[in-house]
């Protein structure tokens, strides 16, 4: 089991659901009404927001989305 489904696992049920659904929106390349945001210092890396919880992804050489970390907002998210 990775890190991230370690961490969706730990969510409260509301939450889990909140975020799976971001992440299959996210897979299926539909981002818009997303909070998304790219980060700076990074090509083609970006962040979605949901409460506390933040989804770092970035675009692959296709422009296909590659999560790479589901994480509880803090001081090292980013």
Same mark, same amino acid.
Request: hydrophobic share 35%.
């Given at each position: 089991?990775?890190?991230?489904?370690?961490?969706?696992?730990?969510?409260?049920?509301?939450?889990? /659901?909140? /975020?799976?659904? %971001?992440?299959?929106? %996210?897979?299926?390349?539909? %981002?818009?009404?997303?909070?998304?945001?790219?980060?700076?210092?990074?090509?083609? =890396? $970006?962040?979605?927001?949901?409460?506390?919880?933040?989804?770092? $992804?970035?675009?692959? %050489?296709?422009?296909?989305? /590659?999560?790479?970390? /589901?994480?509880?907002?803090?001081?090292?998210? =980013?």
């Amino acid at each position: 089991m990775n890190k991230i489904d370690k961490y969706i696992n730990k969510l409260g049920k509301n939450e889990r /659901v909140a /975020v799976l659904e %971001i992440l299959e929106q %996210i897979q299926e390349g539909i %981002i818009s009404g997303l909070d998304i945001k790219k980060l700076k210092g990074y090509d083609n =890396y $970006f962040r979605v927001r949901k409460g506390k919880t933040r989804i770092i $992804f970035h675009l692959d %050489i296709n422009g296909q989305p /590659v999560i790479k970390r /589901v994480e509880r907002r803090g001081d090292n998210t =980013y």
